[in-house]
Nanobody, 124 residues
Framework: VQLQASGGGLVQAGGSLRLSCAAS????????MGWFRQAPGKEREFVAVISWSGGSTYYSGSVKGRFTASRDNAKNMVYLQMNSLEPEDTAVYYCAASYYSGTDYYASTDFGSWGQGTLVTVSS
């Protein structure tokens, strides 16, 4: 599956952004989708995963309660709504397609296809 992330930009602390990820190729709706991020000088880290149906989600502790993942299988789209953004959220954000359908697996090695990333910068 091919993935294209978009929606990044510059926002002040406390603000919101909505990232989008467009998918094409293999049957999108069969697989869970994840969001990861990589801050400058740091390793890539897990942010969120949403199940094939959208009925289940799981978040990292650092974003839980602030970020919401959703998907529209009819449009082959996945979204990440990010609220109450903090400077620590500054990173390149990547969407990824899982090998699995559920949210039990969220290591980066559980995802086989990756988008190109979109930069989110949160100013203080």
């Amino acid at each position: 599956v091919q993935l294209q992330a978009s929606g990044g930009g510059l926002v002040q602390a406390g603000g919101s952004l909505r990232l989008s990820c467009a998918a094409s190729g293999r049957t999108f709706s069969n697989y869970a989708m994840g969001w990861f991020r990589q801050a400058p000088g740091k390793e890539r880290e897990f942010v969120a995963v949403i199940s094939w149906s959208g009925g289940s989600t799981y978040y990292s502790g650092s974003v839980k309660g602030r970020f919401t993942a959703s998907r529209d299988n009819a449009k082959n789209m996945v979204y990440l709504q990010m609220n109450s953004l903090e400077p620590e959220d500054t990173a390149v954000y990547y969407c990824a397609a899982s090998y699995y359908s559920g949210t039990d697996y969220y290591a980066s090695t559980d995802f086989g296809s990756w988008g190109q990333g979109t930069l989110v910068t949160v100013s203080s």
